[in-house]
């Protein structure tokens, strides 16, 4: 009997629907080969979604999402919205799926493949012993989630607006403690970052993350600072292993650890709640100026794939072949136009035959 899991994907736009496409070549190899049962079904967020429904997030979707074992997502975003609507594209469609579902748990591998470690824009000697960094983001609070209003003058233009960053203990202790778990599996070095020296909601982050640490005496804590935890991420990259974050601090820290790997296309993200359900999505945006070129880089979403076979289906032997079979790749010299020299580079459905292949064959 094979396993049956049901997969809701969410292409979304821009980019989104080629590079989903490369991933769905894999979760066919997995219907095929791994005597797995993958039932996936297409669902329509954000601007794609707007243009039929009038709504970024459809009933419908939220429907298909929640009677799935996780979600695969694409990305989000569209200028045409912005001109339109007052609203925020991004805040009702994927910061709503992150709270309705609870998804509370952000986790970014930023790994650095050496065979593209020409194209991280770090120097040779500051990269020469590699970057391999998990950042632990909290996703449901924080500024994304605190009080936020626009004042009007009496012409109706903004005059004042504020927004508020507010934790609770109970949502520092949650992530922390993954954060913690995580570190004891790897380097046992975990970074906490915040802004102590000035915010009270990072007074309280420290002092919680202190008293979390007494639980983990075999893991080595720091705590840094925010502008100078992205200062020494450049200066001495390797020195990182876990580094947990605010949701705000941790949405501009995984860009840095994406653009210091060679390229944001590389980089998965998970998003999972207390029971490993997830939504598993390509940390980088819609990238509308190559949209629909076939040059967009699917490896970030064949990652997100694999993320979602290892921590909503606990299919972890198979995760392990699919990031095996994206090094393979990488190894054999393929390469998408965003790691290349521009010249000798192939196409994003090329890229994701090359893997399936790979896939295919690999022991
Ligand atoms: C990310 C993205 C989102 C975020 C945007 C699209 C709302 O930048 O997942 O990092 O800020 O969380
Ligand atoms: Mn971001």
């Known amino acids: 009997m094979s396993k049956k899991y049901k997969i809701a994907c969410l292409p979304g736009d821009g980019i989104g629907p080629e ?14 080969k791994y005597n797995l ?7 329509l967020v954000g601007y794609s979604a707007f243009k039929k429904y009038n709504t970024v997030m459809p009933k419908s979707t939220i429907k298909g999402c929640e009677k799935s074992d996780a979600i695969l997502f694409g990305s989000i975003g569209d200028n045409r919205y912005k001109s339109l609507n007052k609203s925020s594209l991004e805040k009702d469609s994927l910061l709503y799926i992150r709270k309705k579902f609870n998804l509370f748990c952000n986790i970014r ?16 000697k500051i990269i020469k012993n590699g970057i391999d960094i998990i950042c632990i983001r ?21 005059k004042s607006a504020y927004d508020t960053e507010k934790y609770n203990k109970k949502e520092i202790y949650r992530i922390a403690k993954i ?13 906490s970052v915040d802004k102590s020296n000035v915010l009270k909601s990072s007074i309280l982050w420290r002092k919680t993350v202190n008293e ?30 876990v580094i947990l974050c605010s949701n705000m601090f941790g949405d501009i820290i995984s860009d840095e650890c994406a653009a210091i790997i060679g390229s944001i296309g590389m980089l998965p993200s998970a998003s999972i709640n207390e029971n490993g359900f997830g939504l598993y999505e390509p940390a980088g945006g819609s990238a509308p100026d190559i949209k629909n070129l076939n040059v967009a880089n699917p490896i970030a979403q064949i990652l997100s ?5 290892k ?45 399936s292949k790979i896939f295919i064959n690999i022991k």
């Open 109 to 124: 591998h930023a790994k650095l493949y050496s065979y593209i470690k020409n194209y991280s824009p770090l120097k040779k």
């Open 179 to 191: 954060a913690f778990e995580m570190s004891k599996k790897r380097k046992k070095i975990l970074t």
């Open 212 to 241: 979390i640490s007494n639980e983990y005496p075999e893991v080595k804590l720091n705590h840094l600072y925010v502008d100078n935890a992205i200062m020494q991420i450049i200066k001495n990259p390797s020195s990182f292993d």
């Open 305 to 309: 794939l694999s993320m979602l076979l």
């Open 37 to 43: 049962n993958i039932c996936y079904k297409e669902f």
């Open 138 to 158: 909290e996703l449901i609070g924080g500024i994304y989630f605190g009080n936020s209003k626009f004042k009007y003058d009496n012409k109706m233009n903004i």
């Open 311 to 355: 921590y909503s289906l606990k299919e972890v032997k198979i995760s392990k072949d699919i990031d095996n079979s994206v090094k393979k790749a990488l190894k054999l010299g393929y390469r998408t136009k965003d790691i290349s020299n521009k010249k000798n580079y192939i196409s994003t459905e090329k890229m994701g035959d090359v893997i």
């Open 19 to 32: 590079v989903m496409k490369q991933a769905y070549k894999i979760i066919n190899i997995l219907n095929n």
